[in-house]
Each structure stands twice: as structure tokens, then as C-alpha cells.
């Protein structure tokens, strides 16, 4: 059973490049979080996808952010026209509709916006 | 955003001691999550709690989800150095799907 993959781990990007993150959930859950988190910090909740619908957006999702699960199985997350503020860890994790709502994340992406 | 608030903030201990956290909020949540991460690592999932009063055990780690609701407790029992790392609490309220994570509580165990 393989867990929540995310890639790539570690990103470097000079401000006002595009940078996309991919990630692929554990096989049978059909639903798909992002979160963010900066240093010292816990994660902090971005959005969140059942099957291929997005259903919540957190405030932090400014426009420049965008993400997307086509076909209800991997994510990818957009980051247009990156800032400095923007370097985090990007983490993913997923759950099963019904299952408690235990979620597991990924390893997670290092992006550093230079 | 919203983060709950963890204490201590961090702990420095001998190996084989016990091990005790907290995790408060303003307002009431239907579950709690306790996961542990390592540095540069994406959060484990250690206990989830989903009834208030609820006292849950997996190996030395013991949870509590406080009856208020509004709290939530972490121990762990003759540490180990492979129990470094940061431990965050995190609830789910009302019929949100989204996890709200606390502040973390950083944990050095010593030989």
C-alpha cells in the first residue's frame, strides 16, 4: 500500500516564475487536501477536492494560486507568478469519503522563491 | 489563519521519561488528530479521537479528547530517541472537512 507521493520535493524558483506541484493520493480515497506551511509554523489549510469537485478554497488561495484533480485521482497545485512570501512547504494529503476523517499527507514540497 | 494552541512549546528530556501535551481551542471540535513530523517530512498520523471523553492508546502514545470539547491531551510514556521531532494537534469542527492545526510542540529526548 503506497502512501500520499508528492513531487518534486524541492523547488527553486526566482520571483515571478510559474512553479507547479503535482500530487498523487493514496489510490482508494477520493478525497484530496492541500495545505501550506511555513517555517515554525503548523500546516494551515488551502483546499480540498472530492473526486474531482473542489469544494472549499481557504482565503489564503489568492488568485495567483490554483489547483486542480481532472480525473479524481492525482492533484497538481499552480503558483503564478511567484513572491517571496510564497516559499513554504506544500503539502498534500488525502482521505476516504467516510473513513473519519484521518487524513495522511505526503512528504510534502520544499519551494523557495528567490 | 486560525492555529490552536499548543503547550509547551517545546520540551528537552532524558530518555525514559514520561511525556505529557495539550492542545486548546476558543471553540468546540468533533475530532481530534494527533501527528508527529519529522524535519523536512510531511506530518504522521499518530491518534484520532472522535468522542468527547475519549482516551485512545496506540503503543507508548496515549490521547484524550477533553470533555469541554475543547481540548485535547498527548502522552507519551519512557521516550525513546526516535520520539524527536514536533508533535501538532489538529480538529475538525462542525461539518468541515478541513484540519486546523495547532502551533506544535517540539520534543529532544536525551541518552
Known amino acids: 500500500d503506497t502512501g500520499v507521493s508528492q513531487d518534486p520535493r524541492h523547488k527553486i524558483t526566482k520571483r515571478g516564475q510559474n512553479v507547479t506541484f503535482r500530487c498523487d493520493p493514496i489510490?482508494?480515497?477520493?478525497?484530496l487536501y492541500w495545505y501550506r506551511q511555513t517555517l515554525g509554523q503548523g500546516p494551515e489549510f488551502l483546499t480540498y477536492f472530492q473526486n474531482e469537485a473542489q469544494l472549499e478554497k481557504s482565503r489564503l488561495l489568492s488568485d495567483r494560486f490554483s489547483a486542480e484533480r481532472p480525473k479524481g485521482s492525482f492533484s497538481t497545485l499552480e503558483i503564478q507568478r511567484t513572491e517571496q512570501g510564497d516559499s513554504a512547504m506544500y503539502l498534500c494529503a488525502s482521505s476516504l469519503l467516510g473513513g473519519w476523517y484521518e487524513q495522511y499527507f505526503g512528504p510534502g514540497t520544499r519551494l523557495t522563491v528567490t | 489563519g486560525q492555529q490552536l494552541n499548543q503547550s509547551p512549546q517545546s520540551m528537552f528530556i532524558q530518555e525514559g521519561e514520561d511525556v505529557s501535551m495539550n492542545c486548546t481551542s476558543s471553540?468546540?471540535?468533533?475530532?481530534w488528530l494527533w501527528y508527529k513530523q519529522d524535519p523536512g517530512e510531511g506530518p504522521v498520523l499518530l491518534i484520532a479521537?472522535?468522542?468527547?471523553?475519549e482516551l485512545t492508546s496506540n503503543g507508548r502514545l496515549t490521547a484524550q479528547f477533553g470533555i469541554t470539547r475543547k481540548d485535547s491531551f498527548l502522552n507519551i510514556s519512557a521516550s525513546i530517541p526516535s520520539d524527536v521531532g514536533i508533535y501538532f494537534c489538529a480538529g475538525r469542527a462542525g461539518f468541515a472537512d478541513k484540519l486546523i492545526f495547532g502551533t506544535g510542540t517540539r520534543l529532544q529526548v536525551f541518552p
Open positions: 471553540s468546540i471540535f468533533n475530532t
Open positions: 489510490s482508494e480515497h477520493n478525497r
Open positions: 479521537l472522535y468522542k468527547a471523553g
